[in-house]
């Protein structure tokens, strides 16, 4: 009977009271009478009528008295909401949301003019207002503004962000010979960063299930655009046949800049994630972009007889070891270091996950084996984040891929600023444009057409596989770090014979960025929605 009352005052309170837990037995005489506390929580609703925002809070304590013990029931009841309407709180909701996103922003462009301001106060004669850090600084802001700026017409920000540094550059002002080694460094940053995140959104599941058809995305297509890419050159720009090779080479590369910073979004988004698609286009760029590093290296040496030819065709597969095995080595260090009860054990793991990437990449160039810096970031990432989904506590409190992806927003504008900084139009020779985008056109078509057959034994449909398809067309970080070097040598060299063809390797290589890493970022973004469907990962 008591209990009904209980359950009778609460309702009138518009509380919901969950199951009342079964009472305990009576207690001896020489028993302490227990003590059952349950708080109720309160349904807010709201008022059907536009009212002042008000929150009143009630707060009822019922003792129940009984032979079987005491309970104490405390109901709570809120009158009144936080917003007036509905209309309010959408209202609030979109201008909360717009707020949040354009505090983020502003957050980082201060953080660019405080850097200055320091290396201003440090390094006054370095950081002068017509000095090559102030210009910099103006780039890497310039392009944060214009990444904001470009969203407003419902296009990517990185578009902006590349567009500001062609304009830059064409403009007289992205001449940073001065400070080269910082420049390149930068980019090494953004790699690192872009590399990490992407071994940490590969699965292991979907990688063993689908090896074969990720070897088949990686190798066919850059097989057959590298060999289109060799005839059209030879035929329609008259180039040697092993200058057709290298161009290729460097073409046929995907931007990971691009392709992953799209992936993040769609992961957001939870786009591809049942079928594993995210991580087959990750593996895929990764293994293109190995492949591709490392045989330009090759004929590069041949062409300049650059060192022992043996010794060029073994730098691939020991690179290739090599980062395997040091990431491999520091994934695993990862898994035990820090302890995942130790104080600051998400910063800790950001720093040395961070540190990892860097020193496989910067020490990959030190012992001359570039190919294993990038394979060294995502196998690390990879093997680590594998080993913290083991370790569910770890997985679950994990914020490395937050802290990463923060990174991220504050390199994104120097990595696509700097790629757009290679865009310089006064190199663009007429005729080598016209019959450069003809080969250009027709080699990226092809490799299309390779690419959505090589799908083939995917349980994929049509429009996953056309999209996967379209995701190896960006082309940008690898061109504008390759496309340069071969003139670089045949100037250091002064190999007058090969001056020409490695300028129309420069010039194709600048077309390739302007033609496919907005249009390639564009279709990525936009037929996601369309093309892919929603859903948890692979190996939930």
Known sequence: METDAVSGQISNHNSQVASQPSLSPPPSSNQIPTIDLTVVPPTPTLPSEKQSVMMKEEMQIIDVNSEHGNKIIIATEYDGYNQSSNSAIEYKSKFRNIFNEWSSLLALLIIFLMLWAIGYALLPSFCAINGPFMRMAFLFVGAQLSGILITFIKLPDMLGMLFFGVLYTNLGLGDFTEIQGLEASLRDM????????????????????????????????????????????????????????????????????????????????????????????????????????????????????????????????????????????TGFIMLYLPNNQ?????????????????????????????????????????????????????????????????????????????????????????????????????????????????????????????????????????????????????????????????????????????????????LMIRLAPKWLQKGPELNS
């Not at 959505?452 to 994929?460: I, M, Q, T, V």
Request: glycine residues 8%.
């Open 342 to 522: 130790a104080k600051y054990v998400n910063g800790l793991k950001f720093t040395m996950i961070t540190l990892m990437g860097s020193l496989s990449v910067y020490g990959s160039k030190a012992i001359k084996y570039p190919s294993a810096g990038a394979l060294g970031c995502i196998t690390t990432a990879f093997i680590a984040t594998e080993g913290w989904k083991r370790q569910k506590d770890s997985y679950q409190n994990n914020e490395v891929g937050m802290y990463l992806d923060l990174l991220w927003k504050f390199l994104k504008p120097i990595s696509f600023s700097l790629i757009g900084k290679e865009v310089n139009f006064k190199v663009l020779d007429g005729n080598t444009v016209l019959y450069g985008a003809i080969t250009l056109l027709i080699g990226v078509i092809f490799r299309l057409v390779v690419s959505y057959f090589s799908a083939y034994g995917a349980k994929l449909n049509w429009k996953e596989k056309a999209y996967v398809t379209i995701s190896g067309f960006p082309k940008a970080t690898v061109q504008a770090a390759l496309g340069p070097l071969a003139l670089d040598m045949a100037r250091k060299l002064n190999s007058e014979e090969n001056y020409e063809y490695a300028n129309a390797v420069l010039i194709i290589s600048v077309l390739a960025i302007i033609f496919t890493a907005p249009l390639g970022a564009i």
């Open 190 to 329: 953004a790699l690192i960063n872009i590399m990490l995140l992407a071994g940490l959104g590969v699965d292991l599941q979907p990688l063993k299930k689908l090896f074969r058809i990720i070897m088949q995305l990686t190798l066919l297509p850059t097989i057959a655009e590298v060999a289109a890419l060799t005839v059209l050159s030879h035929y329609l720009l008259n180039m040697p046949w092993i200058w057709g090779i290298l161009l290729g080479l460097v073409v046929t590369a995907i931007s990971p800049n691009v392709v992953v910073t799209v992936l993040l979004r769609l992961k957001e988004e939870k786009l591809g994630m049942n079928k594993g698609i995210h991580t087959v286009i990750i593996a895929m760029t990764s293994c293109n972009d190995v492949l591709a590093i490392f045989l330009f290296g090759v004929i590069l040496g041949v062409i300049f007889s650059t060192g022992d030819l043996t010794s060029q065709i073994l730098q691939g597969p020991i690179g290739i070891c090599i980062g395997l095995a040091y990431g491999v080595i």
